[in-house]
């Protein structure tokens, strides 16, 4: 699996870190998200799934090549 954001896109709710926080974090200056793992571990896949399904701004992509 592999996961990308688009920062632009981003509108800084911060859903994906409270479903993944081990994988996304957000910039202290304005909210926006920031990727912590691309290819996330197996531990954290399902979450970081469920973060792209709640993203309200359709942010963050998985792919699960």
Not at 38 to 62: S, Y
Request: proline content about 9%; hydrophobic content about 35%; some cysteine.
């Amino acid at each position: 699996m592999r996961v990308a954001v688009d920062q632009e896109r981003c509108c800084g709710t911060g859903n994906c870190v409270m479903i993944a926080p081990e994988v996304f974090d957000q910039r202290d200056s304005d909210g926006v998200v920031v990727l912590r793992q691309p290819q996330p571990p197996p531990a954290h896949t399902a979450q970081a799934r469920r973060a792209a399904a709640n993203c309200p701004c359709a942010a963050i992509k998985v792919d699960e090549d």
